[in-house]
């Protein structure tokens, strides 16, 4: 998560598109919420923790791939 909020940190800085911020801030969200949610009710594995383990991590990767596009002149 820390990793998250510094990619959209940076996207801000850089001056990215404040939809493309909006957009991966709100799938990151998304993505804790339901994870969180279906670990509070079971412990074990479910498609929804995996779900949410999903969306975190193309929330990290569109970020990555928009921080790499906006580093190159």
């Given at each position: 998560m820390p990793g998250g909020l510094a990619a959209l940190v940076a996207l801000a800085v850089v001056g990215a598109l404040p939809l493309l911020v909006h957009g991966v801030g709100l799938v990151l969200f998304a993505g804790r919420l339901i994870h969180a949610i279906s670990l509070s009710r079971r412990g074990a594995a479910s498609p929804a923790r995996?779900?949410?383990?999903?969306?975190?991590?193309?929330?990290?990767?569109?970020?990555?791939?928009?921080?790499l596009f906006y580093a190159i002149p």
């Amino acid at each position: 998560m820390p990793g998250g909020l510094a990619a959209l940190v940076a996207l801000a800085v850089v001056g990215a598109l404040p939809l493309l911020v909006h957009g991966v801030g709100l799938v990151l969200f998304a993505g804790r919420l339901i994870h969180a949610i279906s670990l509070s009710r079971r412990g074990a594995a479910s498609p929804a923790r995996s779900a949410g383990v999903l969306l975190t991590w193309i929330a990290y990767l569109v970020a990555g791939v928009a921080l790499l596009f906006y580093a190159i002149p």
